[in-house]
């Protein structure tokens, strides 16, 4: 059963729409089911003599007395809406269940505590099968305005005891860091034009893509342009700077064929100006990091950064938690852009998943999260995948996500618990499409028997109390073959078992051998490091002898190369 609840000024105008035929025609028997005062509402639904007017000035009673008190000035934002209505499969409630709804609505609302002689007139109004409206204005017969603070949440609070005593399908508790859900008429609007979403929902997934991947606020403004999204900012008049911001989406215009814009905040909590800027640097001041050597070092730096993140979650530190789980949001965008094949879809589907994951009513610590949310972006400019290095990051990225549910279950954040549950679904569906292969192909290249055996010496003197469960791995064949190219590359393969051993305990994998193996994976070639630093080390001698010339400033790298969605 879930409860919105909005509030206006226009008492006639919201009773016109709840006894009309709707806006599309999808209002059948409107009536009234329950009320204030069932005898003294006027039900223009069953009653051929009631009138709209009748029943706003029978509203409105209250307001009127308050405006003659106050020289003619109606008090702001005098009428609450609540439409609520309950979740896709439940049955359908009597007319006597759902006045029983609205009565206990308001009750815990503040509208209309029961038993409160002075409280505010309301209507509870039916019109469809699976919900009601309940206006009420709130003005009391004292004059005083009733307590409505958190109305919303005390509104979804009595909804979860009503779906427990009516037998109903249970929802999850929200905490009002959710996004607005696309009303009717927008649901509506995309139906019409052939789209499977609503602009709004469109908009929200372009800003959650663009941020993640810029450096900056101006950065943010001039990459959602490119992609013909309309911005208006609005500028502080003593300041001039931003103080808001507002998208609207190409092609979605009003009836008057002007542009329809959504504020940040409206998009989502943390996409409005404040929750940005502490995401991005101030662009006046702040130089972009510089980017990693080579495309494979931005894999493993991303990779490493997760592996990081999951101690943070297994801290006590909730904020420095709360700042991970937003970089790994923007993390998850920028990975499904630099990600090829068919496994694509399933890590843009774990991205749009984990946004209501990525906050809730914690506040983030987003400095604590800079390493993962630099690499993250780093992603967002690399020129190719390097096949086994993502598979590796999409292996961490899949703990990361079970363990992002694991640390929202434990404190109760039930709606983001369950998003990072699907964004794991999401993210083991791409990972086996794109592990699968990978792993077949190692197990066909396997090292010979001797060499095999010899890392079965390994892994028995490294890691005696996991070697049998390693040997019996069915991803065991593969792991000698990620060790030989590894052994290959530089490093020694006990001592390199024993460093990947410390990144995590191996008790809960449940398979251990494809756990090792996408460390492995992960780790630098030693031969191409020592490279690298020889190559360097020369470079700085033969600078020594001549003036060494400035480095190219970053805000000087071209824009053809930056990666736009």
């Known amino acids: 059963m879930v409860p919105d609840v909005s509030t206006g000024s226009d008492t006639r105008g919201l009773i016109v729409y709840l006894f009309g035929p709707g806006r599309r025609d999808e209002h059948t028997n409107p009536h009234i089911v329950a009320a204030w005062d069932m ?153 019409r034009q052939g789209q499977t979403v609503t602009a709004r929902h469109w908009l929200r997934e372009q800003a959650y893509a663009v941020a993640a991947a810029v450096y900056n606020e101006a950065d943010y403004f001039t990459v959602l342009q490119s992609l013909g999204i309309k911005v208006k900012t609005r500028i502080g008049p003593e300041t001039g700077d931003v ?16 542009p329809v814009y959504y504020g940040g905040s409206k ?13 991005l640097p101030d662009q006046k001041v702040a130089d972009r990091p510089r980017y990693a050597a080579d495309s494979a070092e931005r894999w493993r730096h991303t990779t490493t950064a997760i592996h990081r993140a999951r101690t943070v979650l297994n801290s006590d530190d909730d904020a420095a938690a709360q700042g991970h789980l937003a970089a790994f949001g923007d993390a998850l965008y920028n990975i499904a852009s630099a990600t090829t094949g068919p496994h694509r879809a399933e890590l843009r589907a774990a991205a749009m998943a984990f946004n209501r994951a990525r906050r809730s009513a914690i506040r983030a610590d987003h400095q604590a999260a800079t390493a993962l949310r630099k690499a993250a972006k780093e992603l967002a400019y690399a020129s190719s995948e390097p096949g086994g290095l993502a598979i590796a990051l999409l292996f961490a990225t899949v703990h990361l996500a079970r363990a992002a549910a694991k640390w929202h279950k434990q404190r109760g954040h039930e709606q983001q618990a369950a998003a990072a549950e699907e964004a794991f679904r999401h993210l083991q569906a791409g990972y086996q499409q794109a592990a699968a292969p990978v792993l077949a192909d190692l197990a066909r290249r396997a090292p010979r028997a001797a060499t095999a ?31 030989a190219h590894a052994e290959t590359a530089g490093h020694n393969p006990r001592r390199l078992l024993a460093e990947v051993r410390a990144q995590r305990e191996l008790d809960s994998a449940e398979h251990p051998a494809e756990v090792l193996n996408w460390r492995i ?35 000087t790298r071209p824009e053809e190369r930056r990666r736009h969605r």
Not at 243 to 258: E, F, H, R, V
């Open 243 to 258: 103080i808001g911001y507002s998208l609207a989406a190409p092609g979605d215009t009003n009836a008057a064929g002007q």
């Open 267 to 279: 998009l989502a909590p943390d996409l409005s100006i404040n929750r940005l800027r502490e995401r």
């Open 453 to 483: 055996s010899r890392y079965e010496q390994d892994v028995r003197a490294t890691l005696p109390d996991h070697a049998d469960r390693i040997l019996a791995d069915p991803t065991w064949t593969a792991l000698t073959t990620t060790l």
């Open 39 to 191: 005898a003294g509402a006027p039900d223009p639904g069953r009653d051929p003599a009631a009138t709209y007017t009748q029943l706003a000035k029978r509203l409105d009673h209250h307001v009127d007395l308050r405006t003659r008190e106050l020289d003619g000035k109606k008090p702001h934002q005098h009428v609450w809406h609540c439409p609520v209505r309950t979740a896709p499969g439940d049955r359908y409630l009597t007319d006597t269940e759902w006045a029983e709804v609205a009565r206990r609505i308001v009750h815990a609302t503040g509208i209309a505590p029961e038993g409160d002689e002075k409280a505010c007139r309301w209507i509870a109004v039916r019109h469809a099968d699976d919900h009601i409206h309940i206006m009420a204005i709130t003005v009391r017969a004292d004059g005083r305005r009733p307590r409505t603070h958190r109305d919303g949440q005390r509104a979804q609070a009595e909804c979860r005891k009503i779906e427990a005593a009516f037998g109903l399908r249970r929802l999850k508790s929200g905490d009002l860091t959710a996004p607005r859900t696309p009303t009717g008429a927008e649901r509506a609007k995309a139906k």
């Open 521 to 555: 994976t992960a780790q630098p070639n030693r031969r191409t490091q020592a490279a690298r630093m020889r190559s360097a080390a020369s470079g700085t001698s033969a600078m020594s002898a001549t003036t060494r010339p400035p480095a190219a400033p970053l805000a």
